[in-house]
């Protein structure tokens, strides 16, 4: 089956805190892709990240870095020194060849207190 | 570069009645996509397209028709709108993949569509 969790469904954490969303995959593919997408409070989504299951390089992004662990099945997403304009819902997706689909986890909302 | 458009952004039918929703793309992506986003349940598929005049059903098809008359373009229809459709609603495109990368998708704005 092709799935994937967004275990934390909210958090809320102080600004300036660090702060790790997670995101587990279930998939039979051996090439296979995996997205971030930061949805603000403004509605519409913004593409953040994606990595290519041959990669398991981590990345890092200015305050944004993202863990790819295959062993796990995991591509969790930290966020370093929060600010309150990273409040929003972030949504892990997972592309697989065989089906040329994209599904998407449920999301998990973050929200930064100042 | 506007990118995906999608019009109306917001809409409130009456149970029965019938409407198209409209995703613009001037990227000419080949892929386009249309979600919808319920709470709780992330975005889940409905139909998409791989090119102009070709449609495909995604998770969640029943009780929706698309069409791709024009590559940039792609028609969301509900032929007669039920409470549970209740949603907003999302259109995104994608470039072809190239020298086996997956290209991102982009997305519109999203439509906020009420059934009563």
């Known amino acids: 089956a092709q799935k994937v969790t967004q275990a934390q469904t909210e958090i809320s954490v102080v600004e300036k805190e660090d702060v790790t969303l997670d995101c587990v995959y279930e998939?039979?593919?051996?090439?296979?892709?995996l997205f971030w997408y930061k949805q603000p409070p403004s509605g519409e989504l913004v593409f953040l990240i994606r990595?290519?299951?041959?990669?398991?390089q981590n990345e890092i992004s200015g305050r944004y870095s993202w863990n790819f662990q295959k062993s796990t099945s995991s591509f969790n997403f930290t966020i370093t020194a929060s600010q309150v304009v990273d409040s929003a819902v972030y949504f892990c997706?997972?592309?697989?060849?065989?089906?040329?689909?994209?599904?998407f986890g449920s999301g998990t909302r973050l929200s930064i207190r100042p | 570069n506007a990118g995906v458009t999608q019009t109306p952004k917001f809409r409130v039918l009456k149970t029965g009645q019938s409407m198209t929703l409209l995703c613009a793309q001037d990227?000419?992506?080949?892929?386009m996509y249309w979600y919808r986003q319920d709470p709780g349940m992330g975005l889940r598929l409905i139909h998409y397209?791989?090119?102009?005049?070709?449609?495909a059903k995604g998770e969640v098809p029943d009780g929706y028709n698309v069409s791709r008359l024009k590559k940039q373009n792609f028609l969301l229809g509900l032929e007669s709108a039920a409470p549970s459709q209740t949603s907003v609603y999302f259109c995104?495109?994608?470039?072809?993949?190239?020298?086996?990368?997956?290209?991102?998708?982009?997305f519109g704005d999203g439509t906020r569509l009420s059934i009563l």
């Open positions: 990227m000419n992506h080949e892929y």
């Open positions: 397209s791989v090119g102009e005049g070709t449609t």
């Open positions: 997706a997972l592309f697989y060849s065989s089906a040329s689909k994209i599904i």
């Open positions: 998939t039979r593919d051996t090439t296979y892709y």
């Open positions: 990595r290519n299951s041959f990669d398991e």
């Open positions: 995104a495109s994608r470039n072809q993949d190239r020298g086996g990368s997956n290209q991102p998708q982009h």
